[in-house]
């Protein structure tokens, strides 16, 4: 097992499920991990946020299994108007028309490209921030 897989294991090992499906960081969990959930939840300035801990979970339990994180974005579209109440998102959809102007069929389009490129960003924040680490810890 590589020893970016141990520390995705370690991490999400840490992130706790509680009542109503809310993850936590686990009080004794590493520094790192409290690092890692702090930084994950700065791209939008937003912590704590419940979609953010659920799907960092998410990722980390796909790198833990030496995956490729899945970057759908939800369905329904309860949970994306749910994800925009939640954090200040409407700027990433913004952000999708500008990038693909008349190329999306509907607004639900626009937000689901919006929270896909969000899942991609947490991603690469968590694979960049446990290859750190695990090239700190050769040296």
Known sequence: MRKVQQLAEIAYENLSVGVNNQVFTNPDAPWWVWDLVRKIHDIDEQ?????????????????MNGEEPDITPDIYHYELLEWLKSAPHWGRVDEILHDFPGELSSLS???????????????????????????????
Do not use: H
């Not at 626009?110 to 695990?134: H, N, P, S, T």
């Open 47 to 63: 912590l704590p946020n419940d979609w953010v801990y659920q799907k960092t979970k998410e990722i980390l339990f796909c790198f």
């Open 109 to 139: 389009n626009a937000i689901r490209a919006a929270q896909a490129r969000k899942i991609e960003e947490m991603a690469a924040v968590i694979r960049d921030y446990l290859e750190e680490l695990e090239e700190g810890s050769q040296e």
